[in-house]
């Protein structure tokens, strides 16, 4: 699943594609893409001018000049690609956005999770996908203020409170694991328990952990790619995701992967231990 880091790579590669051109025709092969009517979502996107691409946590959003965005969450596998030869246009293309400079903007999605809604941008706010996100990293909101009683009210592991998105949005599996080992905590220790210092810690490493991914272009950790196609490296730089059986980067104690809450999780016995 593409990461917040790899959602803002997407953003930032689809602006420059597509940013200012005015779609002219729209065709949706998979009706359960749009979220609502069809009919209605053709019909008003139809000649309106891509205005910004903006972003919260993995919604991409795509801001129209007729008041309106597209709410677009890639899910598993979605991607966005822009060409003008039609054949990269395959089985797998479900919305085929014609733009006026002869491009076409075609979102491809193996798995058809991802999904695309049509909103009044100036009430974005109280879409119920969005309203419901906590605090993101690098954002004004993400501050030890608003984080310490979203994270301590909760009894359970850290690492499920961390990949809450009403908590804190935008941090993911790979993250969340980077983030507590940076943080020397154990993904285990109960939410409820951590002190100020480590809260103060965890945002620390939060804000460093996505800021660097996103100077990275994203992990390839999936099949990820970016609108032009590239590659991310954040994979090279990750320290303890994917890494069980191989020495802790700061003290060389085996790295273990256990479930926690269900998930896959990486982090060092030694140097991250249980409060
Ligand atoms: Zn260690």
Not at 37 to 50: G, R
Not at 52 to 70: P, Q, S, V
Not at 168 to 182: H, P
Not at 246 to 262: D, F, M, S
Request: with cysteine; net charge neutral.
């Amino acid at each position: 699943m593409p990461e917040m880091p790899e959602v803002e790579t997407v953003r930032r590669g689809l602006i420059d594609q597509v940013k200012g051109k005015r779609i002219t025709d729209i065709e949706i092969r998979y009706q359960n893409l749009i979220t609502g009517d069809v009919n209605e979502f053709v019909e008003t996107v139809k000649n309106s001018v891509i205005e910004d691409i903006g972003r919260r946590a993995k919604f991409l959003l795509i801001h129209l000049d007729n008041g309106y965005t597209i709410i677009s969450h890639l899910r598993m596998e979605g991607k966005y690609k822009v060409s003008s030869d039609v054949n990269a246009i395959d089985k797998h293309s479900h919305a085929i956005f014609s733009l006026d400079d002869g491009q076409m903007l075609i979102y491809n999605d193996v798995r058809k999770f991802g999904r695309m809604q049509l909103w009044p941008t100036d009430r974005l706010f109280e879409n119920k996908s969005l309203k419901k996100l906590g605090p993101e990293p690098l954002s004004d909101e993400f501050t030890f203020e608003n984080i310490k009683p979203r994270v301590i009210k909760h009894r359970k592991d850290i690492k499920t409170v961390l990949l809450d998105q009403s908590v804190m949005s935008g941090l993911g599996n790979i993250y969340v694991d980077e983030v507590l080992w940076q943080a020397k905590i154990h993904p285990e220790t109960p939410a409820n328990h951590l002190t100020d210092e480590d809260i103060k810690i965890i945002i620390k490493h939060a804000n460093d952990e996505i800021r660097l991914a996103i100077q990275s272009g994203g992990s390839t950790v999936r099949s990820y790619l970016d609108a032009n196609g590239h590659k991310g490296n954040m994979q090279d730089r990750l320290q303890v995701y994917g890494k069980e059986g191989l020495p802790c980067p700061r003290c060389q104690t085996t790295i273990e992967k256990i479930k926690v809450g269900g998930r896959g999780t990486h982090f060092c016995p030694h140097c991250q231990v249980v409060k």
